[in-house]
C-alpha cells in the first residue's frame, strides 16, 4: 500500500507490502532513510507485530508504556546473545553491563555510578560544554561547507566523554570507533563480519581502559573522585561489590549511552531545524534557558535517536490495544513509533518546540530509565542554540544519508553550507 511521507524528508510517496510481510530482520534501504511510515502502518494496523524470529514488534504509546511498566520483565539475553555473538568479550559487554542486568545486580552497579549523573552532578559539566561548543564553533568559523556529523555533532559528545573519563580529548575518535564497533551488533540482523569486528573492539576497548583502572587503582583514593574511572576504583576499594570485568564493561556502556545517541540527537535535530525554518528562528532567536528547555523535549521527541528497546516477558502481559503477550517472549518496544502516536500527541508529524504537554519516550521508562538523559539535555541545550545564532543561514547541501542501524538512528553524512 502507499504510505505518504512523514518525517521531515521531501514528502514523496513510499511504498511497502502489507504489514505481514514486515520484518525487522529483514528491513529495506527507506526504513533507515525514514521508519516513520512502517511505524504508522503498524501502529494503525498491527500494533503487536510479530517478526520472524518470533519476537513481538509493539509500536503504541501505551503498549510500550505497559510492557516498561511490567516489573516482572527482565533484559538479561544471555542465551539469545550466546546464540548470536558466540563467546568473548563482545557477549561479555551486552551480558555484564548493567543495561542487560536485572535487579539486584542492575542496582548495585547503576548505585556506584549514579552520582555522576545526577543534575548536580551533570551542572559540573556545564562550563566545560560550553568551552567545547564554543571552540568547535570558532573551527568552522572560517569553512564554507562541512559535514556536520563529522565537524560538529560527534566532536561534542565524545569529548565531553573522555572528561567524564579522565583520559585525553584526544583518545575520542579512538574510542569513540571502538564503542560503535561494540555496539552495532545489537541490531536485528548483523553479519558474521561486524560480530568479529565487535568481539575485537570489546577487547581493545578493555584493554585501553584497564591501563586508566590501574593507573587509578595506583593512587589514593579520591573523597570526591575526579572522574568515573576513579570513582569506580573507590568504590572497589572500599569494599563494594564490583568486579573488574564489571567496571570496564560500565565505562564502554557509559561510552555508548553518552556518545552514540547525543551525537544523533544533535544531528537529527539540527536536520529537523533546518528543514523547519520557523522552528530554527524560534531556537536561534530564544534567550529564556526555559523556551530551550522545552523545545530540547519536542528535539528528543522528535528525533528519538534510542529507537528500540527490548525485554522479555516472564508472565503473560496483557497490553491495550488487546490481546496478551505470552510468556517467555522477546518484546521489542518502539518508542520512536510511541513518540509519534496520534492517540497521544496532536499533530504528532509537526516539528513544535513550544509543544506541551510532551509526554515523551526517548529516555524510556521504569529502573532502565536511561542514566544519562541530564547530560543529553545539557549537551543539545547548549549545542543546538549556539550553532543556530552563530550561523543563522545554515542549510543543506546534496549528500545526506542515514546509518543503516535501526536500533539507533543517526545521520551517517550530512553537508551543510554555513552560509
Not at 555533532?153 to 572528561?163: F, K, L
Not at 564490583?242 to 549511552?257: D, K, T, W
Not at 528497546?309 to 522477546?330: D, F, H, K, L, M
Not at 541530564?374 to 545564532?389: D, G, M, N, V
Request: overall charge negative; aromatic content about 8%.
Amino acid at each position: 500500500m502507499a504510505i505518504q511521507q512523514t518525517h521531515s524528508a521531501p514528502a514523496e510517496k513510499q511504498v511497502h507490502s502489507a504489514t505481514e510481510d514486515f520484518d525487522l530482520f529483514q528491513l529495506p534501504k527507506t526504513y533507515y532513510d525514514n521508519p516513520y511510515p512502517f511505524f504508522k502502518h503498524l501502529r494503525d494496523n498491527e500494533p503487536a507485530h510479530v517478526n520472524s524470529d518470533g519476537s513481538v514488534l509493539l509500536t503504541r504509546y501505551d503498549d510500550v508504556k505497559a510492557v516498561w511498566r511490567d516489573l516482572s520483565g527482565v533484559v538479561n539475553r544471555e542465551a539469545a546473545y550466546r546464540e548470536k555473538f558466540g563467546e568473548g568479550p563482545l557477549l561479555e559487554q551486552h551480558t555484564t553491563s548493567m543495561l542487560f542486568r536485572d535487579p539486584p545486580d542492575h542496582d548495585r552497579l547503576r548505585e556506584v555510578v549514579n552520582p555522576f549523573f545526577t543534575q548536580f552532578g551533570i551542572e559540573r559539566l556545564r562550563v566545560s560544554v560550553h568551552e567545547i561548543v564554543a571552540k568547535l564553533l570558532d573551527e568552522l568559523e572560517d569553512n564554507k561547507d562541512i559535514d556536520y556529523v563529522a565537524d560538529f555533532a560527534s566532536r561534542i559528545p565524545i569529548q565531553v566523554i573522555c572528561d567524564i573519563f579522565g583520559v585525553p580529548r584526544a583518545d575520542g575518535p579512538r574510542i569513540r570507533d571502538l564503542g560503535a564497533q561494540v555496539l552495532f551488533p545489537l541490531n536485528p540482523a548483523v553479519s558474521a563480519e561486524a560480530i568479529a569486528a565487535g568481539h575485537k573492539a570489546t577487547a581493545e576497548f578493555k584493554a585501553y581502559l584497564l591501563d586508566y583502572v590501574n593507573f587509578w587503582r595506583s593512587q589514593p583514593v579520591e573523597e570526591t573522585p575526579s572522574n568515573i574511572i576513579s570513582a569506580l576504583v573507590k568504590a572497589e576499594k572500599s569494599g563494594q561489590q564490583i568486579s573488574e570485568n564489571e567496571m570496564l564493561h560500565m565505562c564502554i556502556l557509559v561510552l555508548n549511552g553518552g556518545h552514540e545517541t547525543t551525537t544523533n540527537l544533535i544531528g537529527l535535530s539540527t536536520l529537523a531545524l533546518i528543514q523547519n525554518r520557523d522552528q530554527f528562528e524560534r531556537m536561534a532567536m530564544a534567550t529564556d534557558a526555559s523556551v530551550v528547555a522545552v523545545g530540547i523535549e519536542e528535539c528528543l521527541r522528535y528525533a528519538s535517536p534510542l529507537q528500540l528497546q527490548g525485554r522479555r516477558t516472564t508472565r503473560e502481559v496483557a497490553i491495550p490495544s488487546g490481546g496478551t503477550i505470552a510468556p517467555n517472549t522477546e518484546v521489542i518496544v518502539a518508542q520512536a513509533s510511541a513518540n509519534r502516536d496520534e492517540r497521544i500527541f496532536d499533530s504528532p508529524e509537526k516539528f513544535d518546540l513550544d509543544r506541551r504537554p510532551n509526554p515523551h519516550l526517548a529516555f524510556g521508562a521504569g529502573i532502565h530509565v536511561c542514566l544519562g538523559r541530564p547530560l543529553a539535555r545539557l549537551e543539545a541545550s547548549i549545542a543546538l542554540p549556539a550553532i543556530t545564532k552563530r550561523f543563522p543561514k545554515l542549510d543543506l547541501r546534496e549528500g545526506l544519508s542515514f546509518n543503516p542501524n535501526a536500533r539507533f538512528r543517526g545521520i551517517r553524512t550530512m553537508p551543510v553550507t554555513l552560509g
